[in-house]
């Protein structure tokens, strides 16, 4: 079982949508869970990380920890044509910042206008 | 953040040729990895570079295959050695700078291999 899993897709969505993007977990170790987005022919940049379980809205972003349930998602309200790209969740072990980072395979998003 | 350079952007190999991958930073980060992104894959950390001194390579990558160098704080290399058509992938350069509240963890553009 891979420590991280992630729907690839692709996801497919009107301009204005709401869009939800899951990604769920196996070790309980990990303490900072990340949300990147990445361009086609560009490297992932950071959208949002979250510490530990609970919510953080940036903008239209929000991003959302379930412990628990070992599950995390990111919420894109009022989605642009912009927002299509692959995001990628990325988790971190507690008391690890400066190490490895463990990613999903990544959503590829397609918003139309 | 900070900004991170990789030559080249992209090359097509020869199949047991070496391509060396350069990755700059525009500034000093504490830790330097070299990532490999395959086609609905996720990154793989290969391994992290340490300044000066040999990388840490992860379970299934060794030296004599992705030796990488890293000589101060804002530069490193990653040549893929006897190249297959199975190395051709993306690979990516990162880099961590300490913050306050949150040392992030940023890439740069990759480059895309092809080996034939």
Known sequence: ?113 | SAVISQKPSRDICQRGTSLTIQCQVDSQVTMMFWYRQQPGQSLTLIATANQGSEATYESGFVIDKFPISRPNLTFSTLTVSNMSPEDSSIYLCSGIKQGNTYNEQFFGPGTRLTVL
């Not at chain 1, 990604?23 to 949300?35: I, K, L």
């Not at chain 1, 920890?65 to 642009?80: A, E, P, T």
């Not at chain 1, 927002?83 to 395979?105: E, I, N, V």
């Open chain 1, 1 to 113: 079982q891979k420590e991280v899993e992630q729907d690839p897709g692709p996801l497919s969505v009107p301009e204005g949508a709401i869009v939800s993007l899951n990604c769920t977990y196996s070790n309980s170790a990990f303490q900072y869970f990340m949300w990147y987005r990445q361009y086609s022919r560009k490297g992932p940049e950071l959208l949002m990380y979250t510490y530990s379980s609970g919510n953080k809205e940036d903008g239209r972003f929000t991003a959302q920890v379930d412990k628990s349930s070992k599950y995390i998602s990111l919420f894109i309200r009022d989605s642009q044509p912009s927002d299509s790209a692959t995001y990628l969740c990325a988790m971190s072990r507690r008391g690890s910042t400066l190490g490895r980072l463990y990613f999903g395979r990544g959503t590829q998003l397609t918003v139309w206008p």
